[in-house]
């Protein structure tokens, strides 16, 4: 037996500027049966004290502090361990739930489901403009069986990289492999689509979460972990199409070439990571096109993908936000972002 349906499970690490608003948006819906687990990755900033005073407000609220900083992939699963609830959600520390999102939540709970994943919408660092009103792009509830795992894989994979979208069963998590994806960054994407797959998947399409864009502390990591690390895990699973893993992680060549302007435009390619990362690992012309971007001022990058984005401003708001809030940022990004109102 549970002592809780629900625990909310917050991993973080110095977080003191932007954890009080998102315990806020939590502490102001909590109800009978949910609880509270926080796991502190060792901050060297506030966020124990910040913790502390809202422990002692909020007897709901559990607080670990780690010892030494192992990772985000362990700390979650260090609160998974130290949670009392039949189900974890994994929420993030400086986004926001929004209104009556765990009532909407515990309706949704139910023992016969493995795992329940919540949609999200996207909005600017100050909340103050939403940039993408639905990370999944479904409209309504779906349900996903073992029959299913192409679709679910194909639908919902990459929304999944987003771990605040995630309500799993205790029992479900901790049966599972978790020490193999340490280090992977999305240790809670090995849990979901390693093998057996699992039996029961409930999306709620409504988005109950805001995600603060641009504000994850990986952003300089960009293409490591979106063009090597993301890669790598989604293609390692086994039982799932190749067709349903490409929807989530294309190996298209344009896509590629596509990305690598992106992260020289905001700073995170340059030479070095074009010698870590990708030389060797194409035929010449394209190692050549690698290096061409790699070496291309990134003012004059950020510029030129800054004008891309604005002529198909609809589908690319959130590259284009980045586009202007980067150290690279310049007269044109500023200019196109401002007539775009970003």
């Known amino acids: 037996m549970f002592d809780y349906k629900l625990t909310i499970c917050i991993a973080t690490y110095n977080r003191s500027r932007f954890i009080t608003q998102t315990l806020d948006s939590i502490l102001s819906q909590m109800v009978n049966g949910i609880e509270l687990v926080v796991v502190d990755g060792a901050s060297t900033d506030n966020t124990e ?18 010892s030494v900083n192992s990772g985000i992939d362990k700390d979650y699963d260090n609160a998974v361990s130290y949670a009392q ?23 949704k709970l139910d023992s016969i489901h493995d795992l329940v994943v919540v949609n999200a919408e996207v909005a600017t660092v100050d909340f103050s403009k939403v940039l993408d009103h639905k990370l999944i792009k479904i409209s309504t509830d779906q349900s996903y069986g073992n029959l299913d ?6 639908e919902v994979g990459q929304g999944l990289s987003f771990i605040g979208c995630v309500i799993i069963k205790k029992d479900v ?33 409504e988005p109950l979460i805001s995600i603060r864009y641009g504000n994850a502390m990986w952003t300089p990591r960009g293409l490591e972990i979106w063009l ?4 790598n895990l989604i293609w390692s ?55 061409l971007i790699a070496l291309t001022p990134e003012k004059l990058i950020n510029a030129m993908a800054s004008i891309y ?11 284009l936000y980045s586009l202007a809030n980067s150290k690279y940022k310049n007269n044109v990004s500023r200019w196109v972002s401002r007539m775009l109102g970003l």
């Not at 002692?56 to 502090?65: F, G, L, Q, T, V």
């Not at 994806?181 to 093998?195: E, N, P, R």
């Not at 984005?309 to 590259?319: D, G, L, N, T």
Request: glycine letters at 6%.
């Open 173 to 205: 998590w901790v049966a599972r492999d978790r020490v193999s994806y340490y280090g992977s960054l999305f240790v809670h994407v090995g849990v979901i689509f390693q093998q057996p797959v699992l039996e029961s998947v409930v999306l709620i399409a």
């Open 49 to 66: 004290d910040v913790m502390r005073r809202y422990v002692d407000k909020h007897p709901e609220i559990r607080y670990y502090r780690e």
């Open 85 to 107: 609830g039949e189900y974890c959600w994994l929420m993030t520390d400086d986004d926001l739930i929004k209104p009556n999102a765990i009532n909407k939540i515990l309706a």
């Open 309 to 319: 984005c604005a002529i198909r401003f609809k589908k690319m708001q959130m590259p």
């Open 149 to 154: 795992r192409d679709k679910f894989m194909s």
């Open 237 to 291: 699973f086994n039982g799932y199409s190749s067709d349903s893993k490409s929807v989530v992680c294309s190996k298209s060549y344009t896509k590629k070439l596509k990305s690598l302007i992106f992260y020289r435009a905001t700073g995170a390619y340059g030479f070095e990571e074009f010698k870590r990362f990708l030389y060797p690992g194409s035929f010449w012309f394209g190692n050549a096109l690698f290096l």
């Open 228 to 231: 090597v690390k993301w890669p």
